[in-house]
């Protein structure tokens, strides 16, 4: 049985009021039965429904389909046609899910999208809200739409342009014209076509989300390389705050320089013979560190880097900013890259690097060969070997990867804003022991690692933090014991055992 839960909004006296549509894939042909104060949705939306996916070149399910909603959708008010056909299409596998995303608008037999009354009160509804990041609406309704900050207002045409979208054509949809519209970032056109095997591409979302540091091994420096873009790629548009600080690193500290404000989270690979201060900064300018703040700092070649450079990089992990001299006067910089460490095998390359700096690292992947467009058989026969169950059974393309990053990371910021952190990473131990809400069995399964010497305490601690990350990828409350496992075995770089 696949379930698929879809947001929308039913107007109510004075505004509107939050829906949520369940479409339940009935995969063993049995009765589907809806749950109290739930109401199924009425016979006539449903064939309305069909219709339009079929005519939007789109198969609708031959197993049984059980649709419902949490509240009162009216047998006459077309507004949430758009929503329940996006439920019946995401609980069918025929488009990811758009996480945080609000739907309304009706649909045509054809499969057209059209605007309906209501749709301006609701949208007005939605102004001030924080868990939300895009609203799909009629293109007609476009003109009239509210400015919503930290909401994207996007119109769409057909409901074929709502699941293109969805699948990473980010030109599928309009933006409305009115108002500041957060910016949707594209993947790097030199990065189109890449598939990610699904446990390669679970560890490289969860190590986006979080902001935890990575460790990439594989025989390919090309793979490893590609690998680490896409880290830089999964990383969500830099907010203004943080392009501030990133430009202000660029002109080190010269207040006249012209560095124009870029929202693109940067990548930088310094050389392995780079010398420290090309790796920090110093009078001269700034570092390699200072330029990726905010990005990927890959640092390629792991066992051929001199102590001095990794000390140099374990008070850059610790304190999060370097003081480098500016006409003279020493001047604090924020240094606050995501770190990639790279190198061929693990046994052989890591014993030059320190063990404080590798127990700093949280996400270890090993990295096969990464085709576009295609895998090779062996690597499909070994994921489907290695519990594929836990992410999914097809290679993830990554506007897909992207669009579930930048909602965990929203909802990262959201929990911790209390505490003065925005990402899983910078969660203090205290703030960490209070918050994180784990199951028994995922306390036994840490402690009898760490009594093995297996997890170092810190080593706990960090296996915690990364657990938040593929629960909130998940859109989960709390780490669950498989998020648990997961964070376990991105730290041990092996994988979940299967159910």
């Keep these: ?46 064939d309305r429904v069909k219709a339009a996916i079929r005519n939007s070149d789109r198969p609708y399910p031959t197993t049984p ?30 488009m990811p899910q758009l996480q945080d995303t609000v739907f309304l608008g009706g649909l045509g037999l054809d499969g057209s999208v059209r605007p309906t009354p209501e749709v301006q009160a609701c949208l007005r509804y939605l ?31 057909t409901l074929a342009q709502v699941v293109a979208y969805a699948h990473g054509r980010r030109d599928a949809l309009t933006p409305a014209p009115s108002g500041r519209q957060p910016p949707e970032r594209p993947i ?10 699904p446990w390669v591409a679970r560890g490289s979302a969860t190590a986006a989300a979080g902001r935890h540091h990575v460790l990439l091994t594989g025989p390919e420096p090309t793979d490893r390389s590609l690998l680490a873009h896409t880290l830089a790629a999964l990383l969500p548009t830099l907010t203004d705050q943080q392009a501030l600080v990133l430009a202000r690193n ?12 870029d929202h693109t989270p940067p990548y930088r690979a310094p050389h392995r013979a780079a010398s420290v201060s090309a790796l920090i900064g110093g009078a001269h300018g700034p570092g390699e560190a200072l330029l990726a703040t905010h990005g990927v700092l890959h640092l390629t070649a792991a066992g051929h880097r001199s102590r001095e450079q990794w000390e140099a990089l374990l008070r850059i992990v610790d304190n999060r900013s370097v003081v480098l001299p500016v006409d003279g006067t020493p001047t604090g910089f924020t240094a606050d890259p995501l770190i990639v460490v790279s190198c061929p095998d693990l046994a052989s390359e890591m ?22 467009d295609h895998r090779t058989g062996q690597e499909q026969t070994e994921q489907e070997q290695t519990g594929q169950e836990q992410t999914g059974q097809d290679p993830v393309t990554l506007p897909v990867l992207a669009d579930a990053v930048a909602a ?20 203090p131990a205290d703030v960490l022991t209070l918050s994180s809400v784990f199951p028994r069995t995922s ?37 669950e014991p498989r998020h648990v496992e997961q964070a376990l075995a991105l730290r041990l770089q092996s994988r979940p055992t299967p159910p």
């Design 1 to 46: 049985m696949t379930t698929a839960r879809i947001r929308s909004l039913v107007p109510a006296a004075g505004g509107a009021q939050d829906l949520v549509i369940t479409a339940v894939l009935e995969v063993d042909h049995h009765a589907h039965t809806t749950p109290p104060g739930r109401r199924r949705i009425t016979p006539e939306r449903h």
């Design 65 to 94: 389909v059980s649709i419902d909603s949490n509240g009162f959708t009216g047998r006459e008010h077309p507004l949430h046609d758009l929503a329940v056909a996006v439920a019946v299409l995401t609980a069918s596998g025929e």
């Design 127 to 157: 102004r001030g809200r924080t868990d939300l990041r895009r609203v799909i609406v009629p293109a007609a309704e476009l003109d009239g739409a509210p400015t919503l900050d930290g909401i994207r207002v996007l119109g769409a045409t």
């Design 188 to 197: 790097p056109s030199f990065l189109d076509g890449v598939v990610l095997p």
């Design 250 to 261: 660029r002109r080190h500290g010269d207040p006249v320089a012209e560095v124009p404000l």
């Design 351 to 372: 014993r030059q690097v320190p063990p404080s700096v590798y127990d700093r690292v949280s996400v270890r992947l090993h990295v096969p060969h990464c085709d576009r």
């Design 408 to 427: 965990a990371r929203l909802r990262a910021a959201r929990r911790w804003r209390d505490t003065g952190v925005s990402t899983n990473t910078e969660v």
């Design 443 to 479: 306390w036994q399964l840490l402690d009898r690692h760490h009594r093995a010497g297996v997890l170092s305490e810190h080593g706990v601690d960090e296996v915690r933090r990364v657990a938040w990350s593929p629960a909130d990828l998940d859109a989960c409350e709390h780490p």
